[in-house]
């Protein structure tokens, strides 16, 4: 089936417009489904922060509408500009590391100030008349991911994932996910390995959540045991996301993502990165200029409530690390699948889309 064929609607989001901005709270999950009200761009960078809302794209869907909340609750003192502004730097500074927060809050700019001259309210109904399809547009931008990436899986693949890269993590249907999704449905996966995640546990809570719902077979494992499972030959491909793609394809992602490129390249595994081209940040030049979110060493030694380590344990938690692009096998995109070099793969897939 052509991915454009598939109507975004018929897809299942964690974030809803209706008479105003509700996050689902990822936080949550699976335990509970709780639907956040943001009534305040304040409310909306929380979430952002906390990750109830969370993986790259969702954050630039959210981010989109978050400034029309802000503009919605200018105060009396200020121009609607000037709480642009002020609402775009705060929103902009909630998680450094996945470009799609940046890529929405600068195309959001440029709405806003094609809309000069239309009066304030003319101005926020612009400006979420665009937040509503760049929504719409992630979602189909996923289908097209996961049609494209179909193409690469062969029947009965085992595949491994890291993170989650699910509806939850985009407007909705997902990018990894989403491959694997659409590479199931054709009989091409048999079966999926979802690495736990550590420390926030994204991928047993989240993923092995979605994949449950979809009924695609999955066993959790913890993240150690990617050597281990490449190793006996119980893996034929890695499917995965990322939160920025630098010009040279090097890759920012979840933590431990870079352990499980380099054992995919040691077992000759396949390892593909899906993402939309609003994640590639062609003013990154390489993987070393992408910033990497620090986030408390709480969440290591605090999981969930349960205190797993001595009173005042010192942690690091970085939330993010690089893989190098030679261990990239191809980049699954909405345009294509992009294959060394990236370089020039890359440079041609961003003109694509501006011709
Ligand atoms: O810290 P998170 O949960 O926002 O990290 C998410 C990831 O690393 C995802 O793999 C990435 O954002 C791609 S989501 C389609």
């Known amino acids: ?146 049609a494209f990436g179909a193409e690469l899986f062969r029947a009965n693949d085992r595949v491994l994932t890291h993170c989650n890269t699910g509806a939850l993590a985009t407007g909705g249907y997902g990018t990894a996910l989403g491959v694997i999704q659409s590479s199931f449905d054709q009989g091409k996966i048999s079966h999926v390995w979802v ?35 490449m190793s006996r030959g119980l893996v034929e491909r890695v499917v995965l996301g990322a939160d920025r793609i630098a010009a040279n394809g090097d890759t920012a992602n979840k933590i431990g993502t870079y352990t499980v490129a380099v054992m995919a390249n040691r077992h000759g595994v396949p390892f593909y990165v899906a993402a939309p081209l609003s994640t590639i940040d062609p003013a990154t030049p390489t993987g070393n200029e992408i910033p990497i979110e620090e986030r408390s060493g709480d969440e290591v030694t605090d999981v969930f409530g349960a205190i797993i380590a001595p009173e005042n344990a010192p942690a690091a938690n970085f939330a993010f690390d690089v893989t190098p692009h030679e261990l990239v096998t191809a980049i699954i995109t909405d345009v294509g699948v992009l294959e060394p070099p990236f370089t020039e793969a890359i440079a041609l897939a961003l003109a694509s889309q501006k011709s």
């Open 195 to 229: 690495d736990e995640t550590r420390p926030l546990l994204q991928g047993a809570r989240l993923t092995a959540w979605e994949l449950g719902r979809l009924g695609i077979p999955y066993k959790l494992v913890t993240d150690s045991s990617v050597g281990s499972l």
């Open 1 to 146: 089936m052509s991915p454009e064929t598939i109507p975004a609607a018929e897809t299942f989001s964690p974030i809803r417009w209706d008479h105003g901005l509700k996050l689902l709270d990822q936080t949550r999950l699976p335990s509970e489904e709780v639907w956040l009200d943001c009534a305040t761009p304040e409310d909306v960078a929380a979430a952002i922060y906390r990750l109830s809302v969370r993986g790259a794209p969702a954050i630039g869907v959210s981010a989109a509408y978050g400034l029309v909340v802000g503009l919605e609750t200018k105060r009396d003192d200020q121009t609607l500009d000037e709480r642009f502004e002020e609402v775009a730097e705060f929103l902009g500074a909630t998680r450094p590391t996945a470009v799609n927060l940046r890529w929405a809050i600068d195309k959001g700019r440029e709405i806003f100030a094609a809309s000069v001259g239309d009066g304030d309210e003319g101005r926020i109904a612009a400006l979420l008349e665009w937040a509503k399809r760049v929504h719409r547009e992630d979602i189909e931008s996923c289908r097209r991911i996961g």
